[in-house]
């Protein structure tokens, strides 16, 4: 167990809807990473927040949005969906923004697009 | 752009043979980190590399990083039905952008 947890752990939406994930990074813990992992492809880069504010942007689309909370706790807003969208989207988390320190993983949440 | 490239994207070996990925940048790294995926699982943090021909071993694994800070391998000695899985390395351009290498999956044959 990696102390982070993600919700829910498994979501089925239709195309065009909108769906939000919640991640609740490890004690102690100010950074918080989004990833996007396509079948039998690596981890894609989405977005990085540190403490609350946003740190670094990777790959992410403009239907796709994320913040995090002043608890920390941090969610991943995708809107507009399409079928290219189903994944297996993960958090992270760690003590710091330098990338230079590990980085926990959440059990992920496996998105279904229909 | 800052990519990772990591080879071979599959490996089978037999059971007590060794493996190795490799994982090349086109540009210098400030840091290389190593995860492990389970089949179903999420990735697990293994080792951070750092500095210039730096090589580090756990148990089995050892691990490397080139002098020029821009290639790194994972070698594991023996291999177990245990090391199953999906090995990534991850590379830190020093711009707070992670770029994760697209992933060498490990099958064992008994």
């Known amino acids: 167990d990696s102390g982070v947890t993600q919700t829910p752990k498994h979501l089925i939406t239709a195309t065009g809807q909108r769906v939000t994930l919640r991640c609740s990074p490890r004690?102690?813990?100010?950074?918080v990473y989004w990833y996007q992992q396509s079948l039998d492809q690596g981890l894609q880069f989405l977005i990085q927040y540190y403490n609350g504010e946003e740190r670094a942007k990777g790959n992410i689309l403009e239907r796709f949005s994320a913040q995090q909370f002043p608890d920390l706790h941090s969610e991943l807003n995708l809107s507009s969906l399409e079928l290219g969208d189903s994944a297996l989207y993960f958090c992270?988390?760690?003590?710091?923004?330098?990338?230079?320190?590990?980085?926990?993983f959440g059990p992920g949440t496996r998105l279904t697009v229909t | 752009g800052q990519q990772v490239m990591q080879i071979p994207q599959y490996q089978h070996v037999q059971e007590g043979e060794d493996f190795t990925t490799y994982c090349n940048s086109s540009t210098t790294l400030s840091n290389i980190q190593w995860y492990k995926q389970r089949p179903g699982g999420h990735p697990v943090f293994l080792i951070q590399?750092?500095?210039?021909?730096e090589v580090k071993k756990q148990k089995r694994l050892t691990f490397q990083f080139g002098e020029a800070k821009k290639n790194s391998s994972l070698h594991i000695t023996a291999t177990q039905t245990t090391d199953v899985g999906t090995y990534f390395c991850c590379g830190n351009f020093g711009n707070e952008k992670l770029t994760f290498g697209t992933g060498t999956r490990l099958t064992i044959i008994p």
């Open positions: 590399l750092v500095k210039s021909g």
């Open positions: 004690s102690g813990d100010l950074s």
């Open positions: 992270a988390s760690s003590v710091a923004w330098t990338g230079d320190y590990e980085q926990y």
